[in-house]
């Protein structure tokens, strides 16, 4: 074999050649049956390679069970990219734990940090609200998510929307529950859980010393409110995860 | 698939695109179904059977985690393609497989193409494919196989024009080997 020919020959077949040099190949494949039949035989061979790339086949196990496994955790740093306000239209998502508890304590944070600025510089709820909440009955929302404010012995404002023991109650059986199945959980997720409620029980403590600032600002009891559903419905969430990996 | 099918099918791609970047698990489970076996293909023919689940699916949790960066300049198969090529380099680097590469290993002539006849040729030629060494495999899976010029080929492998081509024209000769001969050549020849 011409192997100082046969070398170029990949070249040549993939025009990669310089014009001479091309020239040269074609001239001595015209001559020599040997070199030639190697051109076919690496012609066969790049025919045949294209053909096995146009055919796919896919793993003989499924692996998207590996994957979802893995994909559990991280969004968490993605969540933060995402802007803090909610799109008009409703879209179909399907959030996990980790991301629902990351977008809850974003929102937490967000909120947390505009409750600091109402308290700072908002002006006094207008007469007419506090004439109307004066003429109102103190009662617990129905729905669990509105805010009736109420006052207390010193006449501060405070949120009824859920009584100080039942929540504080609520919140304690939760943790016992998630102490308990922690195990269960992988260790990224527990991470995750107890990052998200350190942000949310600060949100929770930067709302409450704002109220005692301002203990007529609707936005700030409401907000309140809003932090201490948050904290529950993420502890919720997660004990509910632990019993799930039962 | 007729145009406007294929028109709807690359609007459901896209949205799913979007959401699986937005955090949404399931548009990304719809994402891995429609490419995996492009994906798995790819790590199958560089770097073998055995590793090749294990390295889809760190190529699609990378995927996952790069999804933000995407930015739509590209298809999103030609990205996710290109970002699994550099999932397939970098676990190269890692196990230090391409010491061999461009080593001139005479031994590598006498690659055993024992693949068993299996009268599906498109299988029989990705076994042999896999029994190549390393570094010729490489390149003629990115070459041949997955269409990318040898400029891309020595840019996304640090190395040169010049390398590629004479690890390519290495490869086809072996391949050339395995077609005249035919699987369990080698080892007839051997006995």
Redesign the interface.
């Known amino acids: 074999m011409h192997e100082e020919w ?2 170029k ?3 040549f077949l993939d025009g ?1 050649l310089a014009p001479d040099e091309q020239r040269a190949v074609e001239s001595h494949l015209r001559g020599c049956a040997e070199c030639a039949a ?1 051109l076919e ?2 012609k ?3 025919a ?6 146009a ?5 003989q ?1 499924d ?2 069970a ?3 496994a ?3 955790a ?2 968490a740093a ?2 933060a ?2 802007a803090p306000f909610p799109p008009k239209a409703p879209r179909r ?4 734990l980790p ?1 629902l508890a990351a977008a809850a304590a974003l929102v937490a944070a967000v909120s947390g940090a505009m409750a600091w600025q109402i308290a700072g510089r908002a002006p006094r709820v207008p007469a007419a609200v506090d004439a109307r909440r004066a003429a109102e009955p103190a009662a617990p929302a129905s729905d669990g998510a509105g805010a009736a404010d109420s006052t207390d012995a010193a006449g501060r404002i405070v949120p009824v929307v859920m009584a100080d023991a039942q929540y504080d109650a609520a919140v304690a059986d939760l943790e016992g529950a998630l102490k308990q199945g922690r195990g269960r959980l992988d260790a990224a997720t527990i991470a995750i859980v107890e990052h998200n409620l350190e942000i949310i029980d600060r949100a929770i403590d930067q709302a409450r010393e704002a109220l005692a600032a301002d203990p007529a600002n609707t936005y700030l009891s409401g907000h309140l409110v809003e932090a201490r559903r948050r904290k529950l419905d993420l502890l919720r969430r997660a004990a509910a995860l632990t019993s799930e990996s039962d | 698939m007729t145009l406007s099918a294929d028109s709807t099918a690359r609007r459901g791609l896209e949205t799913d695109v979007a ?1 699986a970047a ?5 548009a ?2 719809r994402l ?2 429609t490419h ?3 994906i ?2 790819l790590t ?2 560089m770097l073998g059977t055995h590793e ?2 294990e390295v ?2 760190d190529i ?2 990378r995927t ?2 790069k999804l ?1 960066q995407f930015r739509g300049e590209s298809a999103f198969s030609t990205w996710l393609h290109r970002l699994a090529v550099n999932v397939v380099i970098e676990r190269r680097r890692t196990f230090a497989i391409n010491r061999e590469r461009m080593a001139d290993d005479a031994s590598a002539l006498d690659f055993v193409t024992v693949a068993p006849a299996r009268g599906d ?2 299988v029989d ?2 076994h042999a ?1 896999e029994q190549l060494p390393a570094g010729a495999r490489e390149i ?1 899976v990115l070459h ?4 990318y010029k ?1 400029r891309e080929i020595a840019s996304m492998l640090g190395i040169a024009t010049g390398t590629s ?1 004479r690890q ?2 290495r490869a ?2 072996l ?2 080997r395995y ?2 001969e035919g699987p369990g050549a080698n080892e007839k020849r051997h006995s």
């Open positions: 046969t070398d020959l990949s070249d990669e190697v035989d690496l066969r061979v790049v045949r390679a294209r053909e096995a790339g055919v796919s086949r896919p793993p196990a692996l998207w590996g994957i979802a893995r994909i559990d991280p969004p993605r969540a990219t995402v998502f399907a959030f996990t991301q | 959401l937005a955090g949404d698990a399931s990304f489970e891995y179904r995996v076996a492009r798995h293909s199958r023919r090749a689940d889809t699916q699609f949790v996952w985690q933000g040729l498109t030629f990705e494919i003629l041949d196989v997955e269409g040898h081509k390519l024209h086809r000769m391949m050339r077609l005249a």
